[in-house]
């Protein structure tokens, strides 16, 4: 698949994120469980388009690979 910058991702119900060209990534401690995602257009420091985030069964999760329970999109500030 090629690589196409500053296309908005396939809107899927409930879920569309925006057009964005960076994303970060918060962790639950020491764990590989992510947090939130953050979509930013702009780079780094650009606007916030949207958030997600993950909630698991032991929130918050203590070690790796905790099962997911759900994933909400907020939407920007």
């Given at each position: ?8 991702v396939r809107n ?8 964005h060209d960076y ?16 979509y930013r257009e ?36």
């Amino acid at each position: 698949m090629a690589f196409s910058p500053n296309v908005a991702v396939r809107n899927v119900a409930g879920l569309n994120i925006p057009q964005h060209d960076y994303i970060a990534f918060t962790y639950h401690g020491a764990t590989n469980n992510a947090q939130t995602v953050t979509y930013r257009e702009g780079g780094s420091t650009g606007t916030i388009v949207a958030y997600v985030t993950f909630t698991y069964v032991t929130q918050p999760p203590t070690v790796d690979n905790t099962p997911l329970a759900t994933v909400t999109r907020l939407a920007s500030p």
